[in-house]
């Protein structure tokens, strides 16, 4: 069956960085679309980044362009997210999702305080 499991939500300081990975079973993760999908305390779901199968084309919303990047290894079967310069308004919940949109992994709190 479909899983995908997310890993590396911390609680960090303004302005640090964070890594999170997402490990993929149960479908051909090679040839999927990947997406991190966020959801802040109190607000609803942001996109925020997707990686085509070959990484050649990544997308990034504006909120995060710049400082969050997206990569995959299609070997491990695993989709990171990097994330530097983090903000308070970061803190949030960290979702991986697959291309359709169909399954998604139960996710990573990351918490920006001082």
């Known amino acids: 069956q479909v899983q995908l499991v997310e890993s590396g939500g911390d609680l960090v300081q303004p302005g640090g960085s964070l890594t999170l990975s997402c490990a993929a079973s149960?479908?051909?993760?090679?040839?999927?679309?990947m997406y991190w999908v966020r959801q802040a305390p109190g607000k609803g779901l942001e996109g925020l980044s997707v990686?085509?199968?070959?990484?050649?084309?990544?997308y990034y919303v504006d909120s995060v362009k710049g400082r969050f990047t997206i990569s995959r290894d299609n070997a491990k079967d695993i989709v990171y997210l990097h994330m530097a310069n983090l903000k308070l308004e970061d803190t949030a919940v960290y979702y991986c999702?697959?291309?359709?949109?169909?399954?998604w992994g139960q996710g990573t709190q990351v918490t920006v305080s001082q």
């Open positions: 149960g479908f051909t993760f090679s040839k999927t679309y």
């Open positions: 990686i085509d199968p070959d990484s050649t084309e990544p």
């Open positions: 999702a697959r291309g359709q949109l169909d399954y």
